[in-house]
C-alpha cells in the first residue's frame, strides 16, 4: 500500500495536532498510522502521520503544497516522503561480511525496501557475494598514506548515484568530514560496542580488558565526532567469564546484524527524527 | 501535573483525529501524549489522549459534556478519567508475599499511583506486612467444601470500599463467575506462565517436565475461561538445566512481580483498551 | 586447535569425576573445558569434557580404548567426537530463504563447523543461492497425494551422503516417522513459536489472534510426535498491537534465525545430551 | 542441604581436577555441583565444587587440612565455605528505599541465604522499614565538611558485628579507601549505569544527555578507583524518547534491585572469583 509520510518537528504550542489533522480531513486523507512525541525537555513537538496515498486527490507534491503554510506558521522542520519513491542507499564494507550478507539478504527477500545503488569497498574480497545480488561493486581501496583520492572517489560514486543515504556496514574506514556534513542525519555506522562505552578501536578487546557482562551494538547517525552522533538503535548481548575476545567478535555480530538492519529500517520508513543530538524513533 | 485522559474505541474511519482534536484545541487544551492505533483486521481504531487539566475550562464532567456528541457521532466507546481521582484497588493475596510486598513497596514509595483500599486474603501469614504499610487488611478464609460464604464476604467487601479494580496478587483461588463479569475488564491477575503456555496448576512443574528454555509470567483480565482473558503484559527469564523447579519458582517471582507492576501501571494510567479478546496497550 | 570431546550421561554416584579426571591425568589430557551436571530429579549425571588432542598419546579411538572399561563400570551412555571430523549436515528447506541464508553466511565465513553435504528442497526456487556457496541442491518435490517417493528420495540422498545431521531449515513438510527414528537425536527443526505454545501450523496467526506480547521460537529435535521433542533452544522477542501478522513473521524470521543457529552449533559440537525427552545443554 | 563450598585459582596446568576429584572420591564426597574454567589469556584454572557436608567423615576444617597440601603443591589461592554458617552482611543505605526494600523481602521470605547484622544509614528515613523486619537500624550522619568521624563509627560497627560482606544499596557515599582495602572482594556496590558508561554523579541524566536506548545497571566489588571495581552481574531495559530523566530513575529502580539481588546472591554463595579487576562467577 503507497503511504505518503509526513514527519514534522516544532516548538511545541496548542493546536499543531488540531491543525494538521483539519488538514488531512478536509481532503479526506486516511491516516494508518499517526505517533506524536513533547519533549518536556526541550519544548520541542514532534510528529509522524502516515497517509494512504490513493486518499489524497494529489501527490506528494501536492499534499507538499497545501502543507506549506502550516509549517510556516508553525516554524516546522518538516518533510514529505512517498513510499513509492525508495531511497537510494549506498552500502560501504571492508573485509568482515556479516553485516553486508545480512544487509543484502534483507533487501533480495523483499524486507529492506530500498534501491541499493552500489556497494563500495576499500577490499575486494566481498565482490562476488555482491555480484550475485545484482549490485554493482565498487573497488577503491585507501592509501593509508593518503587517503584523500579513496574519498574523492567514493563522493563521486555517493553523488553519481544520487544517493539518499550512506550505510557504513562495518566500513573500518573514517569518512572525511566533507562527506559527514554533506549528508548530514543521512550516513548510518554500526558501532561495535554499546555507546558511549568502548569508543574508537577494538571494542570487544575493550569489553574484555573491563570484564563486563553484556556486550552490545550502537546504530548511529554519522557525526564528525568518533562515536558520537546520534543513537538510532542499540542493543546488548549476555557473555560470560567463558567468552574469551574471539566468542565476543562472534556474539557480537549477532547483534551487530540485528541493530544495524533495524536502525537502518527506521531510517528508511522516515521514522527517525533528530534533535539535540538525539532521536526520535517512531518504531 | 494533573491530566485527564480520554480513551476511545469505534471502527475506524476518517476525520476522527481531526474531530477530537478539532475539539480539544477549540478549549485549548494541551495534550502532553497522544497514541492511534488503526487495527487493520478488525477495522477499529483506538486513541488515547492525556491532556494537561489546567489547560482546560472545565473539569472532567465538562470534558464528558462536549465530548459526548461526537462520541455518539462516531459510535465510540469511550471514557474521561481524572489523574487527581486515584483508582480504589483491592489486592488479594495468598500466602506468598513476593507480588504483595513488592507492589505495597511501589505504592509506598509513590510510584503507583492509586488508592489501595485493602489486602483480602484466605490466610493470616501477610496481615503484619500489610498494616505495618497501613492498609486494612481482610482474612477471609474459603472453606474448599463451600467456597460461596468466603466469596459473598469478598464481594461485600469489593463493594463496601466501592473498588475500581481488584489485582489478584498470586491469590491462589479462582474467583467465582458473578464477580468475573461484574468487574469484567478491572480484575487483572498474574499467572505464572508464559500463557498460553502451562494454563492451569503447578506451571512451573510443567516446564521442567517440557524441558523448556525459557520461563515466563502473564498479566491478564480475568474472564470466566481460566488463564484465557486478554493478556495486558508478558515477559520471560531464561533457565537452563541446571535449575530444578525450586530455581524455577524462585527465578519466576521476579518475572511475575515485573510483569504484574507494569500490567498494573498500564492499567492504572488508562493505558489498555480491551477489544476482542485482546489488549491495545498505549505504554 | 584440535580437540576430542568426552560426553557421557549415567546414573549419578560417587567417584565418577575422579574415575575420568584420573584417567586423563594418567595420559597428561589437557582438559580446556570441563562440564558437569548431576539431575536429583531423574538421578542422573552429564559430563562434558574437551581435551586438547596434541596432549594424549593416542587418537580419538585410542580415547575409546582406554576409556571403555570405565563405561562399562559406570553403565554410560557415552561418545567421543574428534574436532577434526567436521560434522556432515544436510540441511532441507522449502521456499523461504531466512534460516537457510543465515546457515549458508554462517557456513561460509567459517563460523559453523561442519561440512554440509547438500541441500534438499520440494522446491527450486533457493537452487542458485546454494550454488554460489559451492554446495550441491536436489530438487524433491513432493507430491501431497503420495508423499512415499520423495521421502525415499530423501533417504537415499541423506544415506548416500553419510549424513551424521539433518536441519529442517523451515522445511515445512512432516518427515515420515522412519527417518525420524533412524536419525533419533540427530534431525534438528526450528519451530516458528515459543513451543509448547502454538504447536501445528501457522503459528503467528495463532499469537495474533491470542494477543500474546512475546513471540518466539523454538529448536527442537524432531520425534514422532509433532512439535514434542526435545527442545534445544529458544528465544523470543516483544510485539506489540501495531503489530499485525506480516510483521510477526518478519520479527519472527530473526528469531527463527537466531535459535537455530544457536541450536545447531551447540548440537555440532557436542554440547547437547538428551535424556528423558529434555535436553542438558553445555553451552 | 548442607554443603561444603572449595573454591580455587591457579595457574593452569595438567592434573589438578584429577588431584582434587581424586581427594574428593578417596573420602566419598558426594559432589552436587561441579564448575571448572580455564583462563586461555592469563594461564589461570578456576574451580568450584559444592560438596555434601553429610557424605564427609570431617566438618569444614576437617576439608580444609586434608585440601591444604594439594593447595599448596599447585600453588592454589582457595577457601572452603560452609553453607550451614550463614555469612554476616551488613547493609548501607541512605534515602532510597528500593535496592534495601528489595533485599530484605528476600531475605525475610528466605531467598537470600545470609545473616543481616544491621543496617547503617546516614539517614533516618528507612529506620522503620528496616526494624518491622526485625534488623537493627543505625543512623550515622555524615558531615560533608567532615566525613572521618561518620566513617570511624561505620568501620568499628562493621568490625564489632563482624561482618563478611558490605552491600551498597544506593548508599551515596564514597567509602574511605582504607575501608575498601580492609574490605576487599567482599564490599558490594550497585551503580545505576551499565559501566563503565557514565561513571560518576547522576547516571541517568547523563544517559538521558546522550540519548541512549538502553540503561543498565552493574553490580561491581569497590576498590579505590570509583566505579571501576570488578564487575560481578548487569542488566539493561530499553527505554525510548518518551521516556524522561524520571522514567529513567523509576525504570532503572528495577534494573537495580535485579542486578544487585543477583550479584549479592552470587557473592552468598561463594561463586564468584575475582582475578586481574576480572570476576569468573560460577552461575
Redesign the interface.
Known amino acids: 500500500m503507497r503511504t505518503f509520510r509526513l514527519v514534522i518537528a516544532c516548538p511545541d504550542r ?2 499543531i ?3 494538521v ?2 488538514l ?3 481532503y ?14 526541550s519544548g520541542w513537538f ?1 510528529m509522524r502521520h502516515e497517509i494512504r496515498a490513493d ?1 489524497l486527490p494529489f501527490d506528494a507534491d501536492g499534499l507538499r503544497t497545501v502543507f506549506a503554510p502550516i509549517a510556516r506558521e508553525f516554524g516546522m522542520e518538516w518533510r514529505v516522503s512517498d513510499s513509492a519513491e525508495r531511497k537510494k542507499v549506498v552500502l560501504m564494507a571492508s573485509r568482515e ?2 553485516c553486508l ?2 544487509l543484502l ?1 534483507r533487501f ?2 523483499g ?1 529492506l525496501d530500498c534501491e541499493i545503488t552500489s556497494v563500495i569497498s576499500n577490499h575486494e574480497d566481498l565482490r ?1 557475494m555482491v555480484e ?1 545480488h545484482g549490485i554493482p561493486f565498487h573497488h577503491v581501496p585507501v592509501d593509508p598514506q593518503n587517503k584523500a583520492p579513496a574519498f574523492d572517489e567514493v563522493t563521486r560514486l555517493v553523488q553519481e548515484q544520487n544517493a539518499d543515504c550512506i550505510v557504513l556496514a562495518r566500513y573500518m574506514q573514517i569518512l572525511p568530514a566533507s562527506l559527514c556534513e554533506q549528508y548530514a542525519g543521512r550516513v548510518i555506522n554500526i558501532h561495535h560496542s ?5 569508543v574508537g578501536a577494538r571494542p570487544y578487546h575493550q569489553a ?1 580488558v ?5 556486550i ?1 551494538a550502537t546504530c548511529h547517525y554519522v557525526t564528525e565526532e568518533l562515536d558520537a552522533g ?7 548481548v549476555r557473555i ?3 567468552d ?1 575476545v574471539e566468542d565476543l567478535v ?1 556474539l557480537g555480530k ?1 547483534v551487530e546484524k ?1 541493530v544495524l538492519s533495524r536502525g537502518l529500517r527506521y531510517h528508511l520508513e522516515d521514522r527517525v527524527v533528530v534533535h539535540d ?5 517512531f ?1
Chains 1, 2, 3, 4 share one sequence.
Do not use: C, Y
Request: aromatic content about 8%; cysteine-free.
Open positions: 496548542v493546536g495536532v488540531a491543525k489533522s483539519n488531512l480531513a478536509t479526506n486523507g486516511w491516516i494508518t498510522e499517526a505517533s506524536h512525541h513533547s519533549d518536556n525537555l514532534f486518499s561480511s556479516h550478507a545480512d539478504h533480495h527477500s524486507e562476488s550475485w554499546f555507546l558511549p562505552s568502548f574484555a573491563r570484564g563486563v557482562k553484556l552490545g546520534p543513537i538510532i538503535e542499540q542493543d546488548v560470560s567469564h567463558r574469551n562472534r549477532d540485528m543530538n538525539k532521536t526520535v524513533v518504531s
